[in-house]
């Protein structure tokens, strides 16, 4: 059986990850990209873990091999039609232990080319911990700052459609900024965040400059690291602006629009918003939830900017020293341009124009 550390795993060449531990546990963090093929289901998993505490070691290894035995022709096929030639697929369950071996070990009799992760994804979960630190940084950030709805993703979008390199906080957290940020989206845990903030990061290792959005220390369920908030806060900062109208109309197309035919969907609108209600005066509160029985979204957004968003948005910016750049975001492709223009000045040693 050929075996691979995650000091060789990390660094080889077009990797497919195969994970056999049970979907929960997938979906509870795995390797980014990392394919899910379990061995056993959450139940089966649950039951075998019974049988290990009340009856033993041997009784368990038993059950799961009848349990497994008759699923072995199919989790072969799925590895098959998992990779394509050139590829390098590498079985992980949780510490490398009987169901990677298990699964690398079928694997080889059947003539697939695999390896097994010793240490598994808590050996891989170790390796993003020692690793994730201020030596994947770039030289230095420019931050986009702006009040919800301005269009700082858009902008992001833009660069990087441009060729400009960007770290993409809100893809990491899966979560976008607001209270619809969770919905239509599976919000991702500190695990993953960590996980897939490195990976973006090697790749922005030792740059001269990278875009980024001003986030909050905590983005949905994660926390960003600190060494990154002190990067962020040492770099060139730009404040995007527009108005009230067009904010709430960038945040309805984003969050609202593509999810009105979701099932549910104004369930959880009512459910995101139930946790900030009390920040409210009683007579906006009722505003608010009027707003959603009667689904009336754009009303509910700017009710929301007036209210709840923009008022914090000075706090926020507070928390920086600056010197800051405003730039108009009526147009995206014109903001983008002068963020660019702003960009190379900085490059080539000018100073633009400062507004603080």
């Known amino acids: 059986m050929k075996e691979i550390d995650i000091n060789q795993a990390i660094h080889i060449q077009n990797p497919v990850f195969i994970d ?31 049988t290990y505490k009340i009856k033993g070691q041997d009784p368990a290894k038993w059950l799961g091999m009848e349990l497994v035995s008759p699923k072995i022709p199919d989790l072969m096929k799925e590895i098959r039609q998992a990779t394509t030639a050139g590829q390098n697929p590498i079985i992980y369950c949780w510490r490398g232990g009987m169901r990677s071996k298990s699964v690398a070990t079928f694997a080889e009799m059947s003539g697939l080319p695999v390896q097994r992760l010793t240490g598994g994804f808590k050996q891989y979960r170790q390796w993003i911990l020692d690793h994730l630190n201020e030596s994947l940084l770039p030289e230095r950030f420019i931050v986009l ?37 969770g919905i239509g989206t599976p919000v991702h845990n500190q695990k993953t965040f ?75 609108v009512m459910e995101a918003i139930t946790p900030i209600l009390k920040r409210f005066l009683p007579k906006v509160k009722d505003e608010l ?19 709840y968003y923009d008022p914090r948005y000075q706090h926020k910016l507070e928390e920086y020293d600056g010197p800051f750049y405003h730039v108009r975001i009526d147009s995206v492709e014109e903001a983008v341009d002068h963020i660019v223009k702003i960009t190379q000045q900085h ?10």
């Open 20 to 50: 056999v531990r049970s979907p929960g546990e997938y979906e509870e963090s795995h390797i980014p990209g990392a394919i899910n093929i379990p061995l056993f289901n959450d139940e089966e998993r649950a039951q075998v873990g019974t």
């Open 194 to 268: 960590e996980a897939l903030l490195y990976h973006q990061l090697v790749n922005l290792k030792g740059l001269p400059f990278v875009f980024m959005e001003a986030e909050s220390r905590r983005i949905g369920k994660a926390v960003q690291p600190e060494f990154l908030l002190e990067a962020k806060a040492g770099g060139i900062h730009i404040v995007l602006e527009t108005t009230v109208q067009i904010r709430a109309e960038r945040i309805y197309q984003e969050y609202v629009e593509p999810y009105l035919t979701h099932e549910q969907f104004n369930a959880r």
């Open 289 to 307: 939830i009027e707003y959603i029985e009667q689904e009336q979204y754009k009303e509910l957004i700017v009710l929301l900017l007036d209210h």
């Open 145 to 181: 700052h702006g009040m919800t709805g301005v269009g700082k993703t858009l902008v992001l979008e833009q660069l990087k459609d441009r060729g400009f390199p960007v770290l993409d906080l809100e893809k990491c957290a899966g979560h976008r900024g607001s209270v619809f940020g």
């Open 347 to 356: 490059q080539e040693g000018q100073k633009p124009v400062i507004h603080s």
